[in-house]
């Protein structure tokens, strides 16, 4: 038997046939809980809703006999579901930025005496975020450029930079309904730094209780880089300058929920955050902006302008290797696609 909790309305009445929605239903009896998209077939209204599941327990696709009041209709729904004791990992495409690969890999075209004009590769990135479920808490991982950032809300020399090529298609509520999620099903958010990339989406839980989780040392940097002419300009005051629910993580390691370690990793900010998250079966290290791309894994550093502290990021890299290779977990980075595609299963 399954419950709706929460979000969207099941389904407004009258409702046309082949209407698609999204919602939030937890099993009542074993310990399951189900993100959900439906179809639904026929017209149908009454209330008081409840799921019971008529064949296909285990499938993804399964069908399940949908009972309002004194009625009956039928409904065809494609079930994500995990055991409360398990940590699943849902990755979110949130679109692609567009930049010369120097800014990525420090020195990778430069002129030379013999070769005074080198050719320059204009390469593209993916900015993405996570959902985190644990038997606690479903966690949000960063939240993505503001939907506006192509059209003003970027200024003109980040932009033309680093272009968040179709912002505007990647608004957070409506890439997370894309995969069985609402703002509201969120019940804390990690922002691994505030760069203007990952803080874009934090509007979305302005004057909420949502605990916002952010470093001890990136905190005040960014308002700091924000509001005057020193630090970093990758801020955007408009994005974190909200009433927003912080909660300070201090320190080098720290315990958010059984299986997710928060990990300070300086560098690229001064308080970059990455996580180990132990998945059964195979952990995923959190790397993010520490390595946008393989080839900073490997140990060749971001452009200058993308490193806050060349010292602390070697440091802070050492760090995930030894973490890596101690546990043989799957490694995450900041925004290269292919990486990307690969751990989330996109180019499968």
Known sequence: MFKYVSGPPPLPTPTPANTENTCRVVCVGPALTTAIRYKRIPTFERDEIDFTLERGCCSEHVEVRMTRGLGTALYLLT??????????????????????????????????????????????????????????MTILWDTGSHPEAGNGYWPVPLYEAFAHVDAAEHALPADLEEEGYGIEDIDAVVMSHLHLDHAGGLHNFAGTDVPIYVHREELPFAYYSANTDEGSIAYLASDFDRELNWEIVHGDSYHLTDGVELLHLPGHTPGLIGAFIDRPGQPLLVVGDEAYVEANYAGQPMATSLLWNNGSWKESLERCRDRQRATGAEVLLGHDLAVFEDVSGAAD
Do not use: K
Not at 114 to 122: A, F, K
Not at 125 to 132: G, K, S, T
């Open 79 to 136: 079930a994500r579901r995990h055991h409360m004791n398990e940590i699943t990992v849902t990755f979110v495409d949130r679109g692609r930025v567009q930049a010369d690969r120097n800014f990525v890999v420090d020195g990778h075209s430069v002129a030379t005496a013999s070769d005074r004009d080198p050719e320059h590769e204009y390469e593209t990135y993916v900015v993405w975020n996570l959902v985190i479920e644990t038997s606690e």
